[in-house]
């Protein structure tokens, strides 16, 4: 059984933006909706770090429990997904998001939301796997290819992992082991509760 | 709970502050050293997280630079969506919960013991105007907006729970998704309703000395004795200043989530979600009462609303003070209050 | 090996039923049962369903990937940078429908950066030129292909009639691929200029000549996986992190499994920087004090490595006289670099080895570019790191092909592969061509010379790209060509690439006939000007196009045609071809190459090209890699090492072969070498791809000496020997240095009779060296006993046919410390490349002037990670052009402070020169020092305020616009290639 989660190593990250174009080439996603971005700390002093962000597939995730129509679910590989039918654009689970990941499309006046878009781990929704509609309204679905996201597939610097919780904590271990420096798995202690000790 | 006690504080206030959160800058030298080395002073995420504080009192989000123009996708991680959802899946419902159920049960409590109350001496058969067709308009428009976006908005804190198992995902979406639309579209004619009571009826609320005596005794509501009262009596007032500012918060809190991310921020629209989750349930429960004792409370009230005549005795019996000054002005004519 | 998809059994679990993650609070439902919830309440208040709220996005079955049609997948080249990333696109029913991870290639393993991963968008083509357009009287109107080619065929000869051939200008691309650029070359050689250039001039011209001049050949020495191995490596005047975003993946990963220093020079702490283990923040333009900073403390405590320098360089000593003049404190005076880390980095260069020095653009974008790449050649030369792995200069070029396109010639001074203009290559080239060497030189112009003789264009440098509005606007008696250019054929080329745009919009205005052949139409039409004599051609990208590309580490790879050129675009070949066929020359310029059929008709075939490229490409190594080679390299790349580049021995087509086969590879195809990943490396034999340094310059240099002889002053003079002594490759015959091999050379070894009849036939009939040999016999001979066949030399500090033979500091043209102008003042006015350079006057006046209080910002220029180039492709891709959607300043937070400037807000910079100005946004950041400004050179489309959006035919404006940063730079050519300063001027930001 996977635990599906995404680690980005900031100390590989090089804000090259491969991750947000891969997603938008692998989804087709829309002008100003962005499933994942780069955001750079410290900008342009000494120890500034660039991290790659977007749904993080959060255990317990707080989007799931605020949704006031309850839309979420979470797919056998722990990734959390959601039905665009279902979805009203009400806004509430950006405002529990921790990372921002919620994106909506702005429909009719005054900027309302649309139905809600976000990262789908390449795992599509909850149409029948690889059918057009699925591809229509949530994009890919790497995962029932047995791909894992692209994102993480296309990272330059692979900085940006995707996979089993286990083998992608082994493998940011053995790197900060290797280098000897580490500035932290970025989001893991708030979207897991728990983070990689090395 | 620490965000919940604060969010008082700033209800008091009505300012939905720009919440500014700081990045780790403040862990970083300042300066540019022309000698460093960056991989070993790179930021830690976990430094930055322990530097967090609860919203306002300093850096609450891990922020840094995007070069898309979506500013707010430059807040990396803000745990304080914690916070917001503790309030909105426990704080906002118990609360909610208590102050709408309290109210029904203390409403149907206080029937079984006062009954209705009924008109001193029985309708006279004569009546006199008391709300003109402008007031009335103002009234049934507030009143009527209110109630959807009351059901609507309880809707989407309790439906999740109580009308979602019952009627299923598809229909309940259908029905939040139009409860959306109405609250959207009716809070303008909610916001209007309430501009137009305030021009209305603002100079008639403004506390008097006859509303302590009133007050002092229970409003007539407890015992017999009828405490002489102007247009409004204490209790009005009391009704049209949670009315007003209450509908007043409720807009600036709902218009900023309605234009999310025009007046502020992540952390401004949580605080003005709780704001506004808390303040409706407590007007609900304020509204429930004003609806009881408008009809099945008490003989004759609902007549100021509904025709807008009321019989002269009931008037006297509850609005003494302006049934003299309106006899006053001109005798016998039903003039409404200016 | 550091992320792999999940093995099968870890993926086994899906789909199985198996139970549900068990976490915590949140309920878990799998998809199925999820909609099975959905479903059972269908009934109920579904009717409200019908008002609409709920309507999804209707299924576009169209668009996108289908689960069920098959895939066919196809690898071509990353069209971008020169890293050489392989794209594997996913194609339906011949529709680009998907891109997948490249997993074999060992270059790229998978990934990509921001523009590899997008790159599909570039064949939606939405905003692309869809076809051929003429412009009449201001007016774009739609034409034929055949149209088109027949007017602008005419304009040319009529301009040829009137003004000669050299009025004919020819602008190429380093994005066209190997076989594109080969015949673009060849094209202005039949037609009868050498004025054809292309972007190299603008990114490592100066790297060319200044790496060639000292140890052989113009290239990056290692490669990008090689750069794994150094245990310490300096990026100076490079930022990889957004240039070659994939070559990080090498440059980190040595850096954590070496635990490998990586120290960052640059005048900006870039993203680059922010991954170093030391950065040093310099002045802009001060480069070679920097090096000579860091040789003072590598001489001064013998930390040189002093075996390599006697076996293998030449006149180090003069170098050590120059560097004594850059103490510490002078060096932090002009720099602004402290000695004591300095100090450091030198010791860390010096000694924890192998070392590799990486530069990229902020090196050779200036007046002394060339001598800045002299400087670090010499500063690799005197701590021996040149020649192993892990060491080396390792040169990011830019454009996808860059390389290719400079090794084929694209070149004012060159026919391709490095052969010259005279005589001797003339005629090589014409064997080769298989045409009357005679007929070429007829088509030239001529014109007298001084002293009786006569001047014969053809052997003469042709006019670069940084100088050519200047050869359109100048009086017609400062351009040394019989007239004025008359007429621009710009294929593959940004319009706002090189500075002084307001001069270059009035050469623009004057020209008879501009011909944009492009998939865009690039600021050459946005900046408007011209009412008529405008053709724009829809050329294909080379993801609709097969053929072979040059990678930054000289690893050839084939790239296949994705999907047909899309609207009425075509391929380089086909246009090239019809253009000559209208210019009269098709069936010479053709002779030998194959037609096959194309989307309009016959077309070239690309392999046949290469092949012909292979039978002249002797001097560069050109001539091994066949089609058939690379293709099985491109269909095995999983076979190879990705640290060494190599593929096991294993008896199979590739075995034992490095990736790319990366020039030189020596011989014929048959004579299988596996191509040089290393250049210069004498640690392997040349059959593996060993070598030495070339001897390009002789076997000894006569030097005139003044000695005391007898109480008197007497001249004389001293051969200096420049082979190597006692160095030489491994398993080499020779022990020693040795010269380039000629049939003499053979006979006097005794080897010649090792040439087979057949050999000895073709050598007669062609030149008898290893470079022109059509035979390859003598480089067969040669290698046969273990003999490098370009000799064996020692390379160069003293570069004596050079301007400056040992680099001096000169300041920029446009310096902020006038005070130095005096002691380091830029190179005399003189004529270059048929104009004259007043650089010298430009930089008096400016002081004179007191420009650099006018003008207090040092202004430098670079790269975004998004985009590439002059950036009209990129910024036309929506997925690439929504992540930088403004042109911007970086500007130091005190620097903004006091000219009251906040973030984000719209400022104007003015350059100095021409009154120019242009209004971009303020980014706020310490990135930049206090003092200095850097702005992206990606955009186009706005200038000096305007917006000219309205200037681009309907549909080909790019989705962002925005002011060239080159509307603000200024005058300043390297003496040696005519490079632009783009690195360094001054500017003023004043908030709009």
Redesign the interface.
Known sequence: MARMKFLCDADRCIECNACVTACKNENDVPWGINRRRVVTINDGKPGERSVSMACMHCTDAPCAAVCPVDCFYTTEDAVVLHSKELCIGCGYCFYACPFGAPQYPKVGNFGSRGKMDKCTYCAGGPEDDLSAAEQAAYGSNRLAEGKLPLCAEMCSTKALLAGDHEMISEIYKERVSKRGYGSGAWGWKTAYKETINV | MVAFQRSWGLAAALAIALVIVVSGDALAQSGQPTSVNPTASSVKEGQLLDALKPPGSGPSAVTGRVSIPDTKSSVLIQPAGRDWRQIRQETLPFYGAIAILGMLAALVIFYLIRGRIAIDGGPSGRTILRFASADRFAHWLTASTFILLALSGLNLTFGRKLLLPLIGPEAFTALSQAGKFVHNYGSFAFALGVVLMILLWLKDNIPSGADLAWFSKGGGLIGSDHPPAGRFNGGQKVIFWVVVIGGVALSITGYSLMFPFVFTDIAGLQEANMLHGLIAVGMVAVILAHIYIGSVGMEGAFDAMGKGEVDLNWAKQHHALWVEKTEMKGKGAATPAE | M?????SGS??G??GRG????A?????????RS??A??G???????G??A?G??S??????A?????KAPVKLVKNICTHCSVGCTVTAEVQNGVWV??E?AWDSPI?R?????????I??IVHGDRRLKYPLKLVNGEYQRISWEQALSEISAKMMEIRAKSGPESVWWLGSAKFSNEGAYLFRKMGAFWGTNSVDHQARICHSTTVAGVANTWGYGAQTNSYNDIRNAKTAIIMGGNP??AH??S??HV?TG???N?AN?IVIDPR?T???????????IRSGTDIPVIYGMLWHIFENGWEDKKFIEQRVYAMDDVRAEVKKWDPKTVEDVT???G??LKRVAELFAKERPSTLIWCMGATQHTVGTANVRAYCILLLATGNVGAPGTGANIFRGHTNVQGATDLGVDVVTLPLYYGLDDNAWKHWARVWDVDFNWLDSRFDKKPGPNNTTINFRTVPGIPSTRWFDAVSLPKDQVDQNDNLKAAIVFGHGGNTVPRIPEMTKGLAALDLLVVADPHPTNFVSLGGRKNGTYLLPISTQLECSGSRTASNRSIQWGEKIVEPIFESANDYWVIYKLAEKLGFADKMFKNIKMVKGKFGDEPEAESILREINRGGWSTGYCGQSPERIKAHMANQGKFDVRTLRSPSDGSEISGDYYGLPWPCWGTPEMKHPGTPILYNTNLHVKDGGGAFRARFGVERVVKVKVQENGAEVEKERKDNLLAEGSYSLGSDLKDGYPEFTLAVLQKLGWDSELTAEERAIIEKSGPSWSTDLSGGIQRVAIAHGCVPFGNAKARANAWNLPDPVPVHREPIYTPRVDLVAKYPTRPDFKSFRVPNIGFSVQKAAVDKGIAKEFPMILSSGRL??YEGGGEETRSN???A????DMFVEI?PRDAAERGIAEGQFVWVYGPESSSKIRVKALV??????GVAWMPFHFGGWYQGADQRGNYPKGTDPIVLGESVNTVTTYGFDPVTAMHEGKVTLCQIKAA
Not at chain 3, 40 to 46: D, E, H, Q, R, S
Not at chain 3, 882 to 885: D, G, M, P, T, V
């Open positions: 550091l992320i792999k998809r999940l870890s993926r679990s899906r198996a139970p549900v993650v976490t915590q609070a949140s309920a878990v439902l799998d998809r999820f909609l919830r959905s059972l309440a269908a009934g109920g208040l579904a409200l369903s008002l709220f709920t999804m996005r209707k299924a576009q079955a668009a996108g990937f289908d689960a998907g891109q991870p790229n998978g990934t990509h950066c921001a523009k590899g991963a997008a599909r968008e992190a957004e975003p994939v990080l993946q980190l850096k954590e499994l635990r990586l702490l993203r680059t920087a922010a991954h170093a283990t030391e950065y040093v923040r602004g670099v402290p004591e880390q990670v998004e929506k997925w690439l929504e992540l930088q959607q130091n950041t310490e990135r930049v020092g206090k």
